[in-house]
């Protein structure tokens, strides 16, 4: 298993070791899996978790090359890692549930079904709390707001591809990020992306003019984070294989299982 991070901190983004004095400014946090076939069958054997900063009292305007986004993927070859991956999303979704402002998804329960289900034995603590919330997604003191994209925002059931159409986001890349070429943990951060910003744009928390391209964000904030596309996807999954194209949203790829 490896990880992709661009935090300071990739243990503790919200510096909470390291807190003395006030809470900094809040952040929306999105979750996401992307899913591997192996054996058969799609196993999520990469997550991907983004943090969009907040301002406490007016939206942020922001475009493709001013776009500022922490970041954190991990992504393993061997399904038998599932577990490792798993324990990386419990402290990730642990960490973002108490410390966000927003937590965000696209039918997250489904992610975290399949993550609960990694080894059959352990008792996630972060993955099972944000479960058991996910369910009516109320508002609960001191910890993040719970928004699944698909269900509580206007135009509820859109594919995620339309969705983001009808928010002014681009999912389409610039080429760098290109479904064809990229590595799972590429795929995992964008879509982890798309879905922050569709949740940040309805609650007027960022705005933008025209189309925002996130194929531009991605190129200019992570270039030197991610791996490098065509070459690294393969050998990187140790023989498997990502989901074919057939199976994807016409805009934005769509994690096996998911609807289109």
Aim: aromatic letters at 6%; charged letters at 15%; proline letters at 8%.
């Amino acid at each position: 298993m490896r990880t992709w991070t661009n935090l300071p901190w990739p243990d503790d983004p919200y510096r909470t070791g390291q807190q003395l004095y006030r809470r900094p400014a809040g952040r929306l946090a999105a979750f996401t899996t992307w899913p591997t076939v192996a054996g058969g069958r799609a196993v999520p054997l990469t997550t991907a978790i983004v943090y969009l900063p907040l301002d406490r009292s007016k939206p942020i305007a922001v475009t493709g090359q001013t776009l500022a986004f922490g970041f954190r993927a991990v992504s393993a070859g061997d399904p038998a890692e599932l577990p490792a991956v798993a324990a990386v999303a419990d402290l990730d979704l642990m960490q973002a549930r108490r410390h966000a402002a927003v937590l965000t998804g696209y039918h997250l329960v489904q992610d975290l079904t399949a993550l609960r289900q990694a080894d059959g034995m352990t008792a996630w603590r972060g993955l099972a709390a944000v479960a058991d919330d996910w369910a009516d997604r109320s508002p609960a003191a001191g910890r993040a707001a719970l928004v699944d994209c698909d269900l509580d925002l206007p135009g509820a059931g859109l594919p995620l591809g339309q969705a983001c159409q009808q928010a002014g986001i681009s999912p389409t890349g610039t080429g760098a990020v290109g479904q064809g070429t990229s590595h799972p943990a590429t795929l995992a951060v964008k879509r982890a992306l798309v879905i922050a910003l569709l949740c940040a744009r309805h609650h007027c928390r960022y705005e933008w003019d025209g189309i925002l391209d996130t194929g531009e964000a991605m190129a200019a904030a992570t270039w030197d984070c991610l791996p490098r596309p065509a070459t690294t996807a393969q050998a990187a999954l140790n023989g498997c294989r990502t989901p074919p194209p057939g199976n994807v949203d016409a805009t934005l790829p769509a994690a096996a299982g998911r609807r289109p």
